[in-house]
């Protein structure tokens, strides 16, 4: 898959994936949005986000996520 709007730069956040040339992650990205922010409410944030940064995060996010499999074990187990 292509990504328009995703940078990898090791000189920039440690190689994280990034939104253009900001210091934005997408992990920052997908951290907003797993607290129930808002697309408007991360771009007040982020004000350097445009909406297609943050649809194109998270479609990254669900295609490295996609084949993994990450062990769940219950609290108090």
Same mark, same amino acid.
Not at 13 to 34: D, E, K, N, S, Y
Not at 48 to 54: K, Q, V, Y
């Given at each position: 898959?292509?990504?328009?709007?995703?940078?990898?730069?090791?000189?920039?956040? @440690? @190689?994280?994936? #990034?939104? @253009?040339?900001?210091?934005?992650? %997408? *992990?920052? %990205?997908?951290? #907003? %949005?797993?607290? @129930?922010?808002?697309?408007?409410?991360?771009?007040? *944030?982020?004000?350097?986000?445009?909406?297609?940064?943050?649809?194109?995060?998270?479609?990254?996010?669900? *295609?490295?996520?996609?084949?993994?499999?990450?062990?769940?074990?219950?609290?108090?187990?």
């Amino acid at each position: 898959m292509t990504w328009q709007r995703i940078t990898f730069d090791a000189n920039r956040m @440690g @190689g994280q994936p #990034c939104l @253009g040339h900001t210091r934005i992650t %997408v *992990a920052t %990205v997908v951290r #907003c %949005v797993a607290s @129930g922010m808002s697309t408007a409410e991360i771009q007040e *944030a982020y004000p350097d986000l445009e909406a297609e940064d943050i649809a194109e995060a998270l479609s990254y996010a669900a *295609a490295v996520t996609e084949d993994r499999v990450i062990p769940f074990k219950p609290t108090g187990s």
